[in-house]
């Protein structure tokens, strides 16, 4: 879920699973395993498409260049990961949640030498996105196609640097990825000095924002939060980054003045201010949420494949 300028372009009819199409993206609509998806080219980019699934706009890339992040969420995560992270470091991130990449491919580009696997739980999405867009093979970015909590869960101690989780059904994320006992297995699988990152949406009353901190905050004894102001005083519906670890994330200090910057100014709030921020907040535990079961098409299959055990 993320904001992006521009409006839509006019659809085309709907596209199932062909083998003579071009490879390539192909504005359209398109049918895949939890839904539709459509592909709208960007009126203002000329090499920029947005991903939009089930209605709801969930990526935007740019072929020409892999840096180029519009969804000002993901310009913070980078510039919060980037903080943390040499030029140089080999880093190993796991992301949950897809889309079309566009968070890992611009890992893929800034860290030449990361490792990165991609957790998406609609795998013909996962087959369209490798189709349209120029990401990177394996071993440099593998999609696995699975549930989030099923994979991370199957995950070896300390194998991961970075995990950044930015998943949602339409426009919420399952409370089964935000409780604590799902945060704990991403304390888990991260290594010393990790981070754990999560973007959050949340309406005016932050309510969302303050348990999923509290949570993250009762796992990890290092937090910040980023998001611009209006969202952060409760004026408006959007997203706000949760990061926790095991060191302190403020650490350097062109961070806030980097945010700052940005085309979309944003605060960087410290731990202690992250921690009176979500004080008296509920932890979200396993017993909120619904019982799992196992999913048809329509409501996030992976078309009969055995989730969690397909790459490409």
Request: hydrophobic share 40%; aromatic share 6%; with cysteine.
């Amino acid at each position: 879920m993320g904001r992006q300028r521009g409006g839509r372009a006019a659809s085309t009819p709907r596209r199932g699973k062909t083998t003579d199409e071009p490879k390539g993206p192909v504005e359209g609509m398109y049918d895949i395993d939890t839904g539709t998806c459509e592909l709208v080219k960007d009126r203002y980019l000329p090499d920029g498409w947005v991903l939009e699934v089930n209605g709801v706009p969930s990526s935007h890339i740019d072929l020409g260049d892999p840096t180029l992040l519009e969804f000002e969420y993901m310009r913070w995560i980078a510039m919060l990961v980037e903080s943390r992270f040499a030029d140089d470091a080999r880093i190993r991130a796991l992301h949950l949640g897809g889309g079309a990449c566009t968070m890992a491919r611009y890992f893929a580009a800034v860290y030449p030498d990361a490792r990165q696997v991609v957790v998406e739980i609609d795998g013909r999405l996962a087959e369209l996105v490798r189709e349209w867009f120029d990401l990177p093979r394996a071993p440099l970015l593998r999609i696995r196609v699975g549930e989030a909590r099923a994979v991370l869960t199957t995950l070896s101690d300390d194998s991961r640097d970075l995990i950044v989780r930015d998943v949602f059904a339409f426009n919420k994320t399952p409370v089964a990825l935000t409780t604590v006992e799902f945060t704990r297995h991403a304390r888990r699988v991260l290594s010393p000095g990790g981070i754990y990152v999560v973007n959050c949406g949340d309406t005016r009353d932050l309510t969302t924002a303050r348990r999923e901190a509290a949570t993250i905050g009762s796992v990890f004894e290092h937090l910040v939060v980023i998001a611009d102001p209006a969202m952060l005083k409760g004026r408006r519906y959007g997203n706000i980054i949760i990061a926790g670890s095991d060191t302190p994330l403020d650490r350097n200090p062109s961070l806030a003045r980097d945010l700052l910057g940005g085309a979309v100014p944003a605060h960087l709030w410290d731990d202690t201010q992250v921690r009176r921020f979500a004080a008296g907040s509920r932890v979200i535990d396993d017993s909120e949420a619904p019982v799992r079961k196992p999913a048809t098409p329509a409501e996030g299959g992976t078309n009969g494949k055995p989730q969690g055990l397909q790459e490409s």
